[in-house]
């Protein structure tokens, strides 16, 4: 069974750091564009950043760049999202998802989503 896992959400302080992990299992992720999405209450899920199979490449929102960066950890089958800097727009559900087939990074068109973590960035 497929499966994407998230962890390391929570609370902090405007200005604060959280790192996000997500545990990949029931198959080898190293061939897969993975990614992170957040949801906003009252808001749609919106693409934060990405990180490309081939390459490594990354890729962020304008809301996030300079502040967070997205790593990914073939042999362990994880990404994280180290998040610096965080504000209150910030706040959200924050979803892990993976894909394999050629599709926009920044589109949720992702194949295997996680069930989110909550981080709530308090003033």
């Known amino acids: 069974q497929v499966q994407l896992v998230e962890s390391g959400g929570g609370l902090v302080q405007a200005g604060g750091s959280l790192r996000l992990s997500c545990a990949a299992s029931?198959?080898?992720?190293?061939?897969?564009?993975m990614a992170w999405f957040r949801q906003a209450p009252g808001k749609d899920r919106e693409f934060v950043a990405a990180?490309?199979?081939?390459?490594?490449?990354?890729f962020y929102a304008d809301s996030v760049k300079g502040r967070f960066t997205m790593s990914r950890d073939n042999v362990k089958n994880t990404a994280s999202l180290q998040m610096n800097s965080l504000k209150p727009e910030d706040t959200g559900v924050y979803y892990c998802?993976?894909?394999?087939?050629?599709?926009?990074?920044?589109?949720?068109?992702?194949?295997?989503w996680g069930q989110g973590t909550q981080v709530t960035v308090s003033t």
């Open positions: 990180i490309t199979w081939f390459g490594g490449r990354t």
């Open positions: 998802a993976a894909k394999q087939y050629a599709a926009p990074l920044t589109s949720d068109r992702y194949e295997f």
């Open positions: 029931g198959r080898n992720f190293s061939g897969d564009d």
